[in-house]
């Protein structure tokens, strides 16, 4: 008998230590959660099913992205060192591509991928001057990690970058830049740019960030 219940106390230590435990929810935390929820909203709203309502549907996750996110401190980060040596229209230019090649390559990624699944907040961590808000995805057979970075601007939390299984988005980005610079130079990737924002003009033609060859 007392074997038995040994065993049982033991079970119910063992779902205890592996349950997964939300994380106390902090100003960051609260940040995220609030833009998923709008995501999960516009996705589930069904007044906009169907893949006749995609484009719709997308063009509303991008104006939660763009509330959500520190897109111009996103295109500094990426374009890294380069940053200092472009000029005022420069960086201007760089900074309008960017934001319309993130804004389509993020909102389909999340158009795809987020749509009934629960999010688990995991844990908020400070860095510094930077919160990470590490979340996971949970589905059926697999977990999938995704933490935000974000810092507190003008009084509110903004992301500043995602990490999707731990590969940081603005991290990528400054890889696929700089080695389009170091084998071509800056205005051979502004070309590559320009030419992935036409084409996500067209629906049917996929955009996303540029790509070394």
């Known amino acids: 008998m007392k074997v038995h219940i040994l065993i049982v106390l033991m079970g119910v230590l063992i779902l ?17 959660r609030r833009m998923l929820n709008d995501v999960m909203s516009i996705q589930t709203d069904p007044n906009l099913r169907g893949e006749e309502s995609r484009e719709t549907r997308k063009g509303a996750i991008q104006k939660v992205i763009v509330r959500g996110f520190d897109i111009p401190d996103m295109a500094r980060e990426a374009i890294g060192p380069q940053w200092e040596k472009l000029s005022g229209p420069e960086r201007f230019e760089f900074s309008a591509v960017f934001q319309d090649l993130f804004l389509d390559s993020y909102s389909r990624l999340v158009l795809d991928f987020l749509k009934k699944e629960q999010v ?12 990470n808000v590490k979340t996971s995805i949970q589905r059926i057979n697999e977990q999938i990690p995704v933490d935000y970075s974000l810092t507190e601007t ?57 790509q070394a060859q």
């Open 154 to 210: 003008d009084g509110r939390w903004v992301v500043r970058d995602v990490a999707i299984d731990g590969v940081s988005i603005v991290a990528n980005y400054r890889k696929s830049f700089a080695r389009v610079i170091q084998t071509e130079s800056f205005a051979g990737l502004m070309r590559r740019m320009r030419l992935q924002q036409k084409a996500i003009q067209k629906p049917s033609q996929p955009g996303g960030a540029p």
């Open 16 to 32: 205890a230590v592996t349950r997964p435990v939300e994380a106390a929810p902090g100003p960051a935390t609260e940040t995220v």
């Open 120 to 131: 688990l907040y995991v844990a908020e961590e400070a860095e510094g001057d930077k919160v």
